[in-house]
């Protein structure tokens, strides 16, 4: 015994393969991955809104047709994300990747090439298979490589990279809708989708799925050259406790009651990120730009580059520059106060443009409130909600049951970015705009006092640690609930 722990001991630290002088090659590696995942995630998400129409005229969709061509990568999204759960224990968080860069090319391809309706429909449920395993997979492969001390940073990237994607699509539906050329627009995406095979390729796996599956050198390996730092081997030890109890985690597990808290937290922030309404706004900003005097598509698409695509992109970065200096509820209630400040405002003055719209007077005072409170909305949720969501849906389960918790949480982000797309129009006619931004802001308060009572900060805090703090507070509760005579 004495003489492993020597041999531990003695091991000189490799020093890091560095680049630019300055990052660790297999970290910046790690950045790359999760960056081309976000890409492909947010160029999808972006991209339909520019090309649909000209679809719609090439192959003479019906309504019915055109909400299932835009929706069903939503669906193939959600059902990618749970079997990215069991791909990720099974086959390892890198091979995960693959399968996920895979499919997204092959569906881009087919969607760009597509000769008919429904080659074109099957090609979006695979792209949308494709983007739902990377959005499970590029965040958990993120956190478990990075070191806890910028963690945070690691998984923002992945948002960071989702709005770069959201503002690139929108940038080619502008350049590429005066010709009219859908198919270059919806090939593009396999740009991402090959760059991620690419880089993918040539990483490890992440050392938590090595030891897992017996690879003890292995783990030691990556750890040593991605994190690097002293006692290798006792933080190996730390994440080997954790890891064994994961033979044969059954999706049932995902119920457990010592799980059951974390879960909560995970589907919740999850579900909140979308009924908060960010892809409802961003879906309604061309008819924002047009009451405050945009008036012809092009005017729209450049106001909607520039105030949605760039505000998002831009407000990201502080959520990058933040998360771990300040932490991640800090983040989220700010946030979620700016959200709820300009929903107020955007339901106040929609209420004034409805019965005094602006066309052909340019914007009045209602109009450039509502576009500066879309503004606000946009950069509060890209520095809050967005980032750190992904953060915290990966951090706060246990190494065993990760990747399944995840992909639970993730199809439950799905299925509600669809609930809230497929419904928005409907509840806008039923209610009303102002009346809709209103009930936004009711859930963004909501959501606030949640974070407060049930979120955890996980800052500065290893994987195994934010586990035991778990486990502390629920030994504190069972142990505050006890009789007063159970202590004598
Ligand atoms: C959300 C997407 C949203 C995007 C906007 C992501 O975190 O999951 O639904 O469209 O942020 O930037």
Redesign the pocket.
């Known amino acids: 015994m004495a003489t492993t722990t020597q041999a531990r001991t003695a091991q000189t630290p490799v020093p890091p393969r560095l680049i630019f002088g300055r990052w660790r090659f297999w970290l910046f590696m790690v950045g790359l991955i999760v960056i081309m995942t976000g890409l492909l995630f947010?160029y999808d998400?972006g991209v339909i809104s520019g090309a649909l129409q000209f679809i719609a005229k090439t192959f003479h969709l019906s309504t019915t047709l055109q909400e299932v061509v835009t929706s069903w990568v939503t669906l193939g999204a959600l059902f990618g994300a749970l079997l990215a759960g069991v791909l990720a224990d099974r086959v390892g968080r890198q091979k995960t990747m693959l399968i996920g860069g895979v499919l997204f090319a092959v569906g881009a391809l087919g969607e760009s090439l597509a000769p008919g309706t429904w080659t074109l429909v099957v090609s979006r449920f695979v792209i949308g298979f494709g983007v739902g395993i990377a959005s499970v997979a590029g965040p958990l492969y993120a956190a478990e490589m990075a070191p806890s001390s910028n963690r945070g940073r690691y998984v923002s990237s992945y948002?960071l990279a989702?709005?770069i994607g959201?503002l690139l699509a929108d940038i080619a539906d502008a350049v590429l809708s005066p010709g009219g050329h859908w198919r270059i627009m919806l090939g593009l995406s396999i740009v991402p989708g090959v760059l991620l095979l690419v880089v993918a390729l040539f990483m490890p796996d992440t050392p938590r799925w090595y030891l897992a599956v017996g690879r003890r050198s292995a783990a030691r390996d990556t750890l040593a050259k991605v994190v690097g730092g002293p006692d290798l081997d006792g933080r190996l030890d730390t994440m080997q406790a954790e890891v064994s109890a994961a033979k044969s985690v059954k999706w049932k597990d995902v119920l457990a009651p010592s799980l059951r808290r974390a879960m909560w937290v995970g589907v919740g922030l999850a579900v909140f990120?979308?009924v908060t309404g960010?892809?409802a706004v961003?879906y309604y900003s061309d008819e924002i730009f047009k009451s405050v005097g945009f008036t012809t598509p092009h005017e729209q698409t450049i106001a909607t580059i520039i105030s949605v695509g760039c505000v998002?992109v831009l407000a990201t970065l502080i959520a990058i520059a933040w998360i771990d200096k300040f932490g991640r509820k800090p983040l989220l209630y700010a946030g979620l106060t700016g959200m709820t400040v300009a929903l107020v405002a955007m339901a106040i003055c929609s209420g004034v443009l409805g019965h005094h719209p602006t066309s052909g007077h340019g914007p009045s005072t209602a109009g450039i409130v509502t576009l500066i409170g879309m503004i606000v909305f946009i950069a509060s949720?890209?520095f809050s909600?967005?980032?750190v969501?992904?953060t915290l849906i990966s951090e706060i389960f246990p190494n065993r049951i990760r990747g399944k918790a995840m992909a639970v949480a993730t199809a439950f982000?799905w299925a509600f970015?669809f609930i809230v797309s497929a419904s928005f129009l409907s509840i806008v006619n039923a209610i009303g705009l102002g009346t809709t931004f209103g009930l936004f802001a009711v859930l963004c308060v909501i959501a606030f006092f949640w974070v407060r009572a049930k979120v955890p900060e996980t800052k500065g805090k290893s994987l195994e640690q934010i586990q035991q703090a778990w486990a502390e507070h629920d030994k504190h509760r069972q142990e505050s609930r006890k009789p007063e005579y159970a202590a004598d």
């Open positions: 947010g998400q948002q989702v709005t959201i990120q979308q960010i892809n961003i998002n949720f890209a909600l967005g980032p969501v992904w982000n970015c």
